[in-house]
């Protein structure tokens, strides 16, 4: 059998997630029949994470085994694939990977995106967050710094998760005003379930003048969920990079 990695990007408004869950409909379940249509086999497909109902990937990446060997960028499997997905999933690229390679233990980073808009817009209705309040930029900015101080984010993870530790590296995290948009982008070694939606939610407090610095940073050193924020809907939120050592690769 021969290990590739499978890139995609997908819309995630009709979708329960990306994992398979009985009686969903999930990105997962369709890539992995409409694959093992294509190649006559039943394939098995692991991704590079779980993304929640309603949220977007620009970016996506998994892993599946094949017997064919010869997959390596075929742009006709690439074109037979996308004939028989539905218009909001694409694949974009099949490549050849060690036969231990894992989309998603191997990851050493992924990148978030979070959309703000200030004006009701029909065509980002299902890709931003409306908001109508005005919204101090450098001061969210001034927020989001404090997160890449801090390693433990137990206060923006999701109560009861199954997560083994709450620890996670945040590298960047910066608000930039684009037209009528806000976009908040987020990088980390990995993400808790929830935790961007969450750190949203809180920093939108902080931008309206409710929440003040030293407020934001108790809030990190409280570990408790409960003192955070809301959690902002998830149709305003994308996966939108993941970074792999390039030794994993053939």
Request: net charge positive; glycine share 8%; aromatic share 10%.
């Amino acid at each position: 059998m021969t290990r590739y990695f499978i890139f995609l990007s997908f819309r995630g408004t009709a979708y329960n997630g990306w994992q398979m869950q009985p009686g969903k409909h999930t990105v997962q379940g369709v890539l992995t029949k409409a694959l093992s249509t294509v190649l006559s086999s039943q394939i098995a497909i692991t991704g590079a994470g779980r993304t929640d109902t309603g949220v977007h990937a620009s970016f996506f990446c998994a892993h599946f085994d094949a017997a064919r060997n010869d997959l390596d960028g075929d742009n006709q499997l690439i074109y037979n694939l996308n004939g028989i997905l539905p218009d909001d999933i694409a694949v974009s690229r099949i490549t050849k990977v060690k036969p231990e390679a894992n989309a998603r233990f191997d990851a050493i980073s992924r990148t978030y995106q979070y959309t703000v808009t200030r004006v009701k817009d029909p065509f980002c209705a299902d890709s931003a967050w409306l908001l109508y309040w005005q919204l101090d930029i450098e001061k969210m900015n001034e927020a989001a710094e404090i997160l890449l101080k801090h390693t433990d984010f137990t206060s923006f993870s999701r109560l009861h998760g199954s997560n083994k530790t709450n620890i996670c590296r945040v590298t960047h995290a910066r608000w930039d005003a684009r037209g009528e948009k806000l976009i908040f982008t987020i990088t980390a070694d990995r993400f808790l379930r929830n935790m961007v939606r969450a750190v949203v939610g809180t920093l939108i407090p902080a931008g309206r003048g409710k929440l003040s610095l030293n407020d934001f940073e108790a809030i990190l050193q409280g570990k408790n969920r409960g003192l955070a924020g809301q959690s902002a809907p998830a149709h305003g939120l994308s996966l939108t990079a993941i970074d792999y050592p390039g030794e994993i690769f053939i």
